[in-house]
């Protein structure tokens, strides 16, 4: 077996059953083709992949059939590959396409097998296309960029232009395109949706200082991750803290208002709702306008409380599946599970998360819980990643 096979689906299914042909062309980016294929196949993708003759120059054939895992193709035969190709594959990205690659399928010349599968492919299936080559070449094929842009399937993308020269997009930006672009419409409108919201919260005391937490951003990318992988459409609600994954969409938020009222408009949307976030419980009664004089030797601010969260978005969908988490410091397993019932029943939640940082502090990779229903209690221990499993396993029986 090849390796690749054991890749398919590891980060999502979201391109799952879709063919997808990779032409390499001879720009040094060519070497980023392997992990390019690589990454396609992770989210579910089977990968097929066609050279020019000159990108052998740049990275041989060994190397891309590693990334693919299949046969890699550079000319046309007797057995007509630019129709099988073509027959076969669901799209074709051209990565990374050279000057030379772009003027040539605009002008409707097939010389190689890319540009002759491009001729194929044009107007009929799609084809994304990543260029890559020295700016002022780039300026010189900026007619024939914008003449394939506007044909119909066509999807060209920006290059980052750095150091004088239109660099290849980056490997992710390409593979979030290909989402966009290939996943099937009808399954994503099938899945159930998740809403996770996380990270830390921020508010403010003037136009310079906040109040915030530690919150690493660790548990929502875990979460957000698992949750994809099993094939729920997520959507993440995100303050301070990690980055969830490139595949995952969100919304950047920084006060607990702000999350609330993202949370409250774009929850009608989804069936679960999970809010893992460390969310201010107080803010400035006065935000001042400026900055508060540093030599001033005393100051005294007045906080008050900010909304609950969970109550707000239980209020407002009285039928949700709602996931909360609670966190303390320093209390036994009797009071902190006590705690977290109590929190669980006041909001009419369907599971809470509680943790006691004591143990395991903001950032820490590994933590321990207890996962709280109405009917029990589970105690676990092990990864930020085995926990969010975990809760998808729970989530799929409520």
Do not use: W
Not at 364 to 382: A, H
């Amino acid at each position: 077996m090849h390796p690749t096979k054991s890749l398919k689906g590891l980060k999502s299914d979201l391109l799952l059953n879709k063919k997808i042909v990779v032409a390499v062309t001879s720009s040094i980016a060519a070497i980023e083709a392997p992990k390019l294929m690589r990454e396609l196949i992770r989210h579910g993708a089977e990968v097929h992949c066609i050279m020019t003759e000159e990108t052998k120059d740049i990275i041989g054939k060994y190397a891309l059939e590693f990334g693919c895992g299949n046969e890699v193709i550079d000319k046309i035969t007797g057995k007509i590959e630019h129709v099988s190709i073509y027959n076969e594959c669901d799209g074709m990205i051209i990565f990374p396409a050279t000057a030379n690659i772009i003027s040539k399928v605009s002008l409707n010349i097939a010389d190689n097998i890319v540009n002759t599968t491009a001729m194929m492919f044009l107007e009929k299936k799609p084809i994304i296309i990543a260029p890559s080559m020295h700016q002022n070449m780039l300026d010189t094929v900026k007619g024939h960029l914008k003449n394939l842009s506007e044909k119909r399937n066509v999807h060209v993308m920006n290059s980052k232009l750095e150091e004088e020269k239109a660099k290849a997009i980056s490997i992710e930006e390409v593979v979030n395109l290909t989402i966009l672009v290939f996943s099937d419409k009808k399954a994503e409108k099938e899945r159930k949706k998740v809403l996770i919201l996380g990270g830390g919260t921020v508010e403010p005391i003037d136009k310079v200082r906040v109040i915030t937490n530690l919150s690493s951003g660790k548990t929502c990318f875990s979460l957000s991750e698992s949750f994809c992988k099993a094939g729920y459409h997520v959507e993440v609600i995100k303050g301070l803290g990690k980055d969830v994954p490139y595949y995952i969409k969100s919304y950047e938020v920084l006060t607990a208002n702000s999350m609330l009222k993202k949370a409250l408009e774009v929850g009608k949307d989804f069936d679960i709702i999970i809010s893992c976030a460390a969310i201010s419980d107080y803010t400035p009664e006065i935000t001042i306008d400026g900055k508060i004089d540093s030599e001033i030797s005393e100051q005294t601010l007045k906080l008050v409380k900010t909304p609950k969260v969970l109550n707000e978005l239980r209020k407002k969908f009285p039928k949700k599946i709602i996931i909360g988490y609670k966190a303390e410091y320093g209390l036994n397993n009797e009071e902190l599970t006590e705690k977290a019932l109590d929190r669980l029943n006041k909001y009419n939640l369907n599971l809470i998360i509680a943790n006691d940082l004591s143990k395991h502090y903001f950032g820490d990779d590994s933590t321990e819980v207890f996962f709280i229903t109405k009917k029990s209690i589970e105690r676990e221990y092990g990864s930020k990643n085995k926990i969010s499993e975990k809760i998808v396993e729970i989530v799929n029986k409520l």
